[in-house]
C-alpha cells in the first residue's frame, strides 16, 4: 500500500473502533495525507459518507474541508439518500408484516449490516436491499413489491428453482429490491452446494428490531456463513472491497458466541474458502483494530488487504473487468488453464455456463451453436480483439495467483 492507502485505512480503524482512537494533537496518525485522493479511495470502496464523517476527527482536515464544499455536498447527498431509502424500505417491510398468518421474507445483508455500525449507520450506505423466499412465496412476495410501487426488471429467467433474484425499482423512492430465492445463485455446482446449505434457514429465523421495525432476519451461524460466502463469491470473480470486510468483521465481533464455529469452519473448507476467512480475520485485526479470534493461521493478509484496494467494493474499475472476472471464474471451473484454453472458454462457454444466463438451453441444448454465434457475434459488433481479452487475462493472473495460494484453484 502506498502512504494514502495506509492514511485511508488508518481512518477506517480509528473509525471502527473510535475507543482506541489516538488524537492527531497527541500522536499524528495520519502521514502527510492527501485528502483529494484519500477521498477518491474512498469513493471507489463505496465508503465516502464514512470516511467523510471520520476525517473531521483529524486537524489537517478542516483546512481542506474549508475550501472544497464539494466533497461535503457530495457526502452529505449520498448519506441523505440512503436515509430516505431505508424509510422507504421499512415502510415496505411493515407491508409484508401487516398479512396476517404470512411469514415476511428473510432480509440479507444491506440494513442489517448496516444496523452494526451503530450511530453512524447512515453513513454506510446500500446500493439495494436483498430479500429471501422460498420458491412457494416467490409470487406472494413480489405481489406485495408491486402494489407497494415496486416495478420489475426484465427478466428471462422462468425457472424459479435456479433462479437467484429478481429485481424491482420504485423510482419515486430512489430504492432497489432484490428479491432472492436462492441467495447465492446456482451459476455451477459448486454455488448450487453453498445455496443448499440454506434450506432450512426460513425454520430457524428469528427478528431484529431496527429503528421501530421487526426485521426477520436468518440466525446468526446462517447469517454469518452467508456473509463470508457472499463476499467470497464476490472475492473469486471481479473482487471484494473493504466495506464488505468490515460487515463480515463487525457481525462476527458482535456474535461471535453465538456461532457455530465447528460448523463454519467445516463448511467453509467444502468450498475452499476457509483460508480466505482467516486471512480476513487476521487482516482485521492487523490493519482495522479488531481483537477476534484467530482460529486458523493466516497465508497473506497483506496481500488480501492490497487486492481489496486495488478492487474497490465490488472490483468493477475499468471496461475489462468483467472479462478479467470470467477469467478468474473461468480458472476455478476449469482448475486453471493456460492462455490459449482461457481465451477459448471464453469465447465459447459450456453448456451447463450458459443454462445459468439461458435458462431455456436446459431444455433445448441443441439452442447452444446458436448462442455462440450470437456470442461471437457481440464481441465482433463491440470491437473486442483477441489482444484485448488476453490483457484481461493477463490482468487476471494476479488474482488466480492469490486463489491458489488459498487452495481455490
Known amino acids: 500500500m502506498n502512504t494514502q492507502e495506509q492514511n485511508f485505512i488508518t481512518i477506517l480503524k480509528d473509525a471502527l473502533h473510535p475507543q482506541d482512537h489516538h488524537s492527531s494533537l497527541s500522536a499524528p496518525a495520519l502521514v502527510s495525507p492527501d485528502w483529494n485522493q484519500i477521498f477518491s479511495i474512498a469513493s ?18 478542516s483546512e481542506y474541508d474549508e475550501v472544497h464544499p464539494d466533497v461535503f455536498v ?11 431509502k431505508t424509510d422507504a424500505f421499512l415502510n415496505l417491510y411493515r407491508a409484508f408484516t401487516d398479512e396476517e398468518a404470512a411469514e415476511p421474507p428473510i432480509v440479507l445483508k444491506g440494513i442489517v449490516c448496516r444496523s452494526l455500525y451503530k450511530e453512524g449507520q447512515d453513513f454506510r450506505t446500500s446500493g439495494d436491499e436483498d430479500l429471501l423466499v422460498d420458491e412457494a412465496n416467490f409470487q406472494r412476495a413480489a405481489s406485495v413489491l408491486e402494489e407497494c410501487g415496486y416495478h420489475r426488471e ?20 430512489g ?28 425454520d430457524k429465523s428469528e427478528y431484529v428490531k431496527i429503528l421501530d421495525t421487526q426485521i426477520r432476519v436468518m440466525q446468526p451461524t446462517d ?41 463454519i469452519w467445516d463448511r467453509l473448507k467444502a468450498v475452499r474458502a476457509d483460508s480466505y476467512l482467516a ?42 473487468a468483467s472479462e478479467t472476472a470470467r477469467y478468474t471464474h473461468m ?20 453448456w451447463k455456463m450458459w443454462t445459468s444466463w439461458r435458462p431455456y438451453l436446459k431444455e433445448k441444448p441443441w439452442m447452444l451453436p446458436v448462442e455462440w454465434v450470437k456470442r461471437v457475434g457481440r464481441y465482433l459488433r463491440s470491437g473486442k480483439k483477441v489482444s484485448v481479452m488476453t490483457e484481461s487475462y493477463d490482468a487476471a493472473s494476479s488474482r488466480i495467483a492469490l486463489l491458489k495460494k488459498y487452495g481455490v484453484i
Open 331 to 350: 480458472a476455478i471451473v476449469n482448475g486453471g488453464s493456460s492462455k490459449f484454453g482461457a481465451v477459448w472458454h471464453m469465447i465459447f462457454p459450456s
Open 279 to 320: 486471512d480476513l480475520i487476521a487482516m482485521g485485526n492487523q490493519y482495522l483494530g479488531f481483537a477476534l479470534q484467530q482460529e486458523k493461521e493466516a497465508v497473506c493478509p497483506e496481500t488480501l488487504v492490497d487486492d481489496m484496494m486495488q478492487t474497490g467494493l465490488f472490483g468493477i474499475v475499468n471496461e475489462n
Open 154 to 173: 426484465v427478466t428471462h429467467e422462468t425457472h424459479t428453482d435456479i433462479l437467484q433474484e429478481v429485481t424491482f425499482i420504485n423510482a419515486d423512492v
Open 175 to 202: 430504492l432497489a429490491i432484490e428479491l432472492h430465492i436462492n441467495p447465492l445463485g446456482r451459476a455451477n455446482d459448486l454455488l448450487s452446494e453453498m445455496n443448499d446449505w440454506f434450506k432450512d434457514v426460513f
Open 223 to 263: 447469517e454469518f456463513l452467508f456473509l463470508v460466502l457472499h463476499m467470497f463469491k464476490h472475492f473469486t470473480s471481479t473482487g471484494a472491497g473493504l466495506r464488505m470486510a468490515m460487515d463480515v468483521l463487525l457481525y462476527m465481533e458482535k456474535y461471535y458466541e453465538r456461532i457455530d464455529w465447528s460448523y
Open 44 to 61: 471507489k470502496q463505496n465508503l465516502l459518507p464514512f470516511v467523510y464523517n471520520a476525517a473531521a476527527e483529524y486537524a489537517t482536515f
Open 74 to 84: 457530495k457526502a452529505t447527498s449520498v448519506m441523505s439518500r440512503q436515509i430516505q
